[in-house]
C-alpha cells in the first residue's frame, strides 16, 4: 500500500472521529497530523493540508496554524493548475473567513487573491459570489467605500436574472454599505426595488426562510438603530415583532444560502435589547431576566460551535452580543449597589474575550469595562480612580470608530467629573472636544446628556436662566420616550433650580423604588422629604427610605462586597493586561 492512499484512509478515520457523538476532535486531528509526516505526492498533500486547516479553523483558536495549512493547499493547488479549482477556491474561501473574523492580519492580502481568482470563479456561481461577499466585507473593514460599492455593482451586473435571491442580497449590502460607511441615506430607489423584490419573493414557497432571515435582520438592524438613538419608547412595538417572529421561526428547517439572521441569533439579540432597555428605564429584575436568558442561549449556540462547524460569522455575532449583556449588567449592578456582582460580570467579559482565539473583541470592549469601573469609583467616592479610568478608555478607543457616540459619553462623563470636583480648567479642556457641531453628529440620547452636563456647568456659574431651560427640554425629551433615569436626573435639577411641589417630584420617587438605583433614591426621597415637611405632612416612609439607601450607598459597606469579588483588584487596572489582576489559576492571555 503507497503512502498517499495510507494518507487517505487516515483522514478517513480522521472524518469518522470527527462525526462521532461526542466527536473525538484530538484522535481526529492526531490522524490528519500522522496523514501529513508520510511522504506523499502533491495532490494528497495538498489535500491533507487542506483537511487539517480546516479542522484547526472550525474546531480550535489555533488561526495561525490554520492560515499556515490554508495556505499551503492553496498555494499548491495554485501550482498544479485549473483541474484542482474547485479545491483552490475552498482554500481561498476558508482563508477569507479567518482573515476577516480573527482580524489579525492586513485584509488587502485577501484582496488581490479574490481579484486574482474572480475572472476563473464566474464559471462557478456559488464561489463567485461567496468571493464576492468576502471582497466587499474585507474593503468594509478598511473604510474603501468606493471598492465595496463598486464590487456590489459588478455583482449586480453578474447576477443570473433568475437568482433573485442573490440580487437581493447584494441590493441590501450596497444599501448598508451606504448608510454606514457614508452615513447617507441609501437612494429611494434602490430602497423600493428591494421592497419591491421581497414582495414579489413571498409567493414563492420556496424562498419563505431566506425571505424569514431577511425579516429578522431588517427587524434587528432597526431595533439597534432606534435604541441607539434613544427611541425606548418608539421602539417596544417593534421589540414585541421581534419576540413573534422568534417564536414562528423555532418549528423551521433551515435552508442552504447566506443566513442574515436566523432563530437563535434573533432571541440572543431580542433578550440583549430587553436587557439594554431596562439599563436606560432603570428595570434591574427585568434586565436580570433577560440577561440569564441571553446568556444561556448565547452559550448554547458557542458550546455547539466548539463541536459542530459553524459558520464564523454567526459565532462573532452571538459572542459580541454575550459580551453586550455582560456589559449592561454590570452597570445595573453598580447602580443597585452589588459591586460584587459587577466586578463578577466584567471578569467574565475579559475571560471570555480571551477564549475567543482573536483580540479584537477584547480591544473593542475594553474602553467599556474601563467605563463601567470608572462609574464604581465614584460609587467609592474615588473620584481620583475614576478619572484614571475614564481616561484610559478615551486612550484604548480604536483609532478608526464609525459610531463616535461612545466617546462623546465618555467625554460628558469626564466632564460632569470634573464639575463635581469644580476642576473648571479641565472642564474647559473636555468641552472644547463637545463642541455644538460635534454634539449635532451624536444621536439624541447623547445629545440629552450633553444637555444635562451643561445645565448643571449653568447652574454652578449661577446662570439660572439657561441651566433650568436645558433641563426642562431635557427633561422632555426624557419624558416622551420613557427615559427613567435621564428624567429623573433632569427633575432632581429643577428642584435646584425652581420651587416644586409634591406633584412634580412624586413621579421621580415613585421610579426610584422600582429601579434599585439607590442614588436616586437617596436623592428623590431626600427632596420629598423636604417638600412634605414644609407641608406640615407625614415623611416617616420617605426617611426610612433614605436610611435604607444611605446604608446601601455606604462606602464602608460597598468596599465590603467588593472584597467578595475574585475581580476586587480590577478596579486598580489602569494600564498593561487586565488579567495581571485577576485571579492567577483562572488567567487565559490574550
Known sequence: MNNDRIAMQMLAMAEVLRTQSPPKLKMAMKCARGALKLNLSKETEAHCHLQMGKMLFFYTDHFEAARDHLKLAYDMLLIMGDFYLLRRLEALCLICELYIHSRRWCVTDIENLIRKEMPIA????????????????????????????????VGLQMVDANNKQMELYLRITK???????????????????IGAMIKEMEHDPSMSFHLKNVKGFFMCTKLAFMISQGQSRT??????????????????????????????????????????????????????????????????????????????????????????????????????????????NLQEMLYFSSKLGCSYVYEEYAPQIHYVLAMQSLYLNRTDIALTHLT?????????????????????????????????????????????????????????????????????????????????????????????????????????????????????VDFSKRSSDHAFALWGHTVYKRILDNAGGDSSECAQEIQRSMESLNTDNLINLLRQSPAFNLLQWFNGSPFDYLPKEDTLLI
Not at 130 to 139: D, G, N, R, S
Not at 237 to 249: A, N
Not at 446 to 466: E, I, Y
Open 122 to 153: 464566474k464559471t462557478y456561481p456559488h464561489f463567485y459570489f461567496k468571493l464576492l461577499f468576502y471582497f466587499i466585507e474585507a474593503t468594509y473593514l478598511v473604510d474603501d467605500m468606493g471598492a465595496a460599492l463598486d464590487a456590489c455593482t
Open 175 to 193: 444599501a448598508l454599505i451606504t448608510f454606514q460607511l457614508a452615513r447617507e441615506e441609501p437612494d429611494p430607489a434602490d430602497l423600493l426595488r
Open 235 to 344: 421602539s417596544r412595538t417593534l421589540l414585541r415583532q421581534i419576540q413573534q417572529e422568534v417564536s414562528s421561526q423555532k418549528d423551521q428547517i433551515a435552508m442552504p444560502g447566506m443566513r442574515w439572521m436566523d432563530e437563535k441569533a434573533m432571541t440572543v439579540f431580542a433578550c440583549v435589547m430587553n436587557v439594554v432597555g431596562a439599563n436606560v428605564q432603570g428595570g434591574y429584575e427585568r434586565a436580570l431576566k433577560y440577561h440569564n436568558i441571553a446568556i444561556k442561549h448565547a452559550d448554547d449556540v458557542l458550546n455547539k460551535s466548539t463541536n459542530t462547524p459553524q459558520e464564523f460569522g454567526v459565532v462573532r455575532c452571538v459572542s459580541q452580543m454575550k459580551m453586550v449583556s455582560l456589559e449592561m449588567m454590570s452597570l445595573m449592578n453598580v447602580m443597585a449597589c452589588r459591586p460584587n456582582l459587577a466586578l463578577n
Open 392 to 508: 484610559e478608555a478615551l486612550k484604548t478607543f480604536p483609532q478608526k470608530i464609525r459610531n463616535t457616540d461612545p466617546i462623546a459619553l465618555l467625554r460628558i462623563n469626564l466632564g460632569m467629573t470634573y464639575l463635581n470636583q469644580m476642576n473648571m480648567g479641565a472642564y474647559y479642556d473636555i468641552s472644547e472636544e463637545l463642541s455644538p457641531a460635534k454634539i449635532a453628529k451624536c444621536s439624541p440620547m447623547v445629545q440629552n446628556c450633553h444637555k444635562a452636563m451643561v445645565s448643571f456647568f449653568d447652574f454652578l456659574n449661577n446662570r439660572t436662566g439657561p441651566s433650568k431651560q436645558l433641563a426642562q427640554d431635557g427633561l422632555q425629551a426624557a419624558k416622551a420616550e420613557d427615559f427613567f433615569r435621564l428624567h429623573s436626573l433632569f427633575m432632581m435639577m429643577l428642584t435646584n433650580l425652581m420651587p416644586v411641589d409634591e406633584s412634580i417630584v412624586k413621579p421621580t
